[in-house]
């Protein structure tokens, strides 16, 4: 029996039977490509990365398996189970031939068979065990309104999302990301806003009101940009500012909530 029939008669059935895919909120992406491969000369690609399954419960990635043939180890998939759930950031990992399910703890290191795949309740509570006091109502929130479309969805850039949200929700009040070009700071700063904007958040925390938020760049191209990828928002709540606009006016319109201008809109005032 090759990889694909194990998975079919043996993982599947067993995953099904666990709740996955069944449980509200639980989901499996199979095949899941978590990169494309090294650019190499020429332009090319390398091989991509490709999990056998990854497992999503209330909007998270929760687990990683590996599958490999029945007639080979269970273990036979460790090196490779481990190595993506070290680079999607998730705890828990399992290599399985369809019969036996090898499972490793990536943050306490404890590994060893089990019988069955833990059920999406079980994953979830595990992956939290060691501090149940990380989980907060703000960390629920964020986790129960999914990404908008398939904006800000590279693997590296679901983590900074998360990251930062949990600090959000931990009060922390500063905040840095450092990206290269091209990694999609933009991507990430629109999943952001698109969550605390739906669940309310504020600098009060008391979910009332819709935040507001400012997007700097430092040239108007980019903040225009930028307010064309927020397109998912509501036209009313998206407002370019423009120092023409300011002049004209005397102040900035209040009545969005998300604001994109540049920097040397801020450097402006009286006798400049």
Do not use: C
Request: charge should be positive; proline fraction near 4%.
């Amino acid at each position: 029996m090759n990889e694909s029939e194990t998975r079919a008669e043996y993982i599947d059935p067993k995953l099904k039977a666990s709740g996955w895919g069944e449980v509200e909120g639980s989901k499996i992406s199979r095949e899941f490509r978590i990169t494309d491969g090294k650019i190499q000369i020429g332009g090319t690609r390398g091989k991509p990365e490709i999990a056998d399954y990854v497992l999503v419960y209330k909007n998270r990635k929760i687990g990683v398996i590996e599958a490999k043939a029945e007639n080979l180890s269970a273990t036979e998939g460790v090196a490779q189970a481990k190595a993506y759930a070290q680079k999607l950031h998730i705890d828990y990992t399992y290599s399985t031939n369809g019969k036996e399910i090898y499972e490793m703890s990536m943050k306490n290191g404890q590994e060893g068979n089990i019988s069955d795949f833990p059920t999406p309740d079980e994953l979830w509570n595990k992956t939290h065990l060691v501090l149940p006091a990380d989980q907060n109502e703000w960390k629920e929130k964020f986790d129960n309104v999914p990404n908008e479309g398939e904006y800000g969805k590279r693997y590296y850039q679901e983590i900074a999302i998360n990251n930062v949200l949990n600090a959000v929700a931990e009060e922390k009040n500063r905040i840095l990301l450092t990206m290269a070009t091209g990694t999609g700071k933009t991507a990430i700063a629109f999943q952001i806003a698109w969550k605390l904007f739906q669940t309310r958040w504020n600098l009060k925390r008391d979910g009332t009101r819709r935040p507001r938020i400012l997007f700097l760049a430092d040239r108007n191209i980019l903040a225009d940009q930028a307010f064309n990828a927020f397109s998912a928002f509501d036209k009313d709540a998206l407002v370019r500012i423009n120092p023409f606009d300011i002049r004209r006016t005397g102040g900035v319109p209040m009545s969005g909530s998300v604001y994109f201008t540049i920097f040397q809109t801020f450097m402006s005032g009286p006798g400049r």
